[in-house]
């Protein structure tokens, strides 16, 4: 097996596994970071829906850290604004630090991987290599949202520390998983977190809760350059050790 996989072998499943295990690698195959959308709000209760499915994610001592923001309408607007006027307004130098730690460093293959998302997202939306500027503009798109007519933000307890953010990451995988189900696309932002002080004033957030990221979502725009990349995964043989005595 090679090294990287397109998404097509992870959906394409034999026939002799269960459906129900053929349907999930579909969804996750299918499931992509959107960053282009069209501004036709999602229903409130295909939201509830997929949220009440993500309910289900497990976590340390069924503790459920996760609580969820999630605006429409003229609420994504004037979140949207906050961050965009924030982002172009003020120094990196100046911004308040993230709730979590962010990555010290990448390194090897999660460099490597890191490098050729990168790659693929600048040729798909036709920046040149070594061109700051639309790069730079690129990464404002963060602040706009991609577009998109729904943003969430996911925070976590700040006693429960570290096991409180793992048990959101797997809460955050479910739902864009759910909602890929349900025909809603979505980008899990970390660029919103790294914006806390923004987004725990506008939603004046106690100081409890640490913000573990963000997301964008609703329909993608299949027709955006933005989306018509999609990244590759490791084989089983690339990532797994086997002990067996």
Known sequence: MSKSLERAHFAERPNKEPEEARLLAKLLARRYSCRGFKPTPVPRD???????????????????????IVTEGEGTK??????????????PSDHAPTDFPMPA????????????????LYE?????????????????????????????????????????????????????????????????????AMQAEVVRKFFNLPDDRMIVCGMSFGYGDTNHPANKF????????????????
């Open 230 to 245: 999609r990244t590759r995964r490791d084989g089983v043989d690339e990532i797994v050790k086997w002990v067996s005595e």
């Open 105 to 120: 460093k990448y390194v090897g293959r999660y460099q490597e991987r890191r490098r050729e998302c990168g790659w693929q």
């Open 78 to 91: 004037r979140f949207s604004k906050a961050l965009y006027d924030y982002a172009v307004n003020t120094p």
């Open 124 to 192: 798909a939306v036709g920046i040149a290599q070594g061109d700051r500027a639309a790069s730079g503009k690129q990464v404002l798109e963060n602040f706009k949202l991609f577009g998109a007519p729904h943003a969430m933000v996911i925070t976590s307890n700040r006693d429960l520390g570290v096991y409180g953010a793992v048990d959101c990451g797997g809460y955050v995988a479910n739902v864009m998983t759910a909602a890929q189900a349900y025909g809603v696309d979505t980008i899990a932002q970390a660029a919103i």
């Open 46 to 68: 295909v939201i509830e829906s997929f949220l009440s499915i993500a309910q289900l994610s497990a976590s340390w001592c069924n503790s459920q850290a996760w609580e969820v």
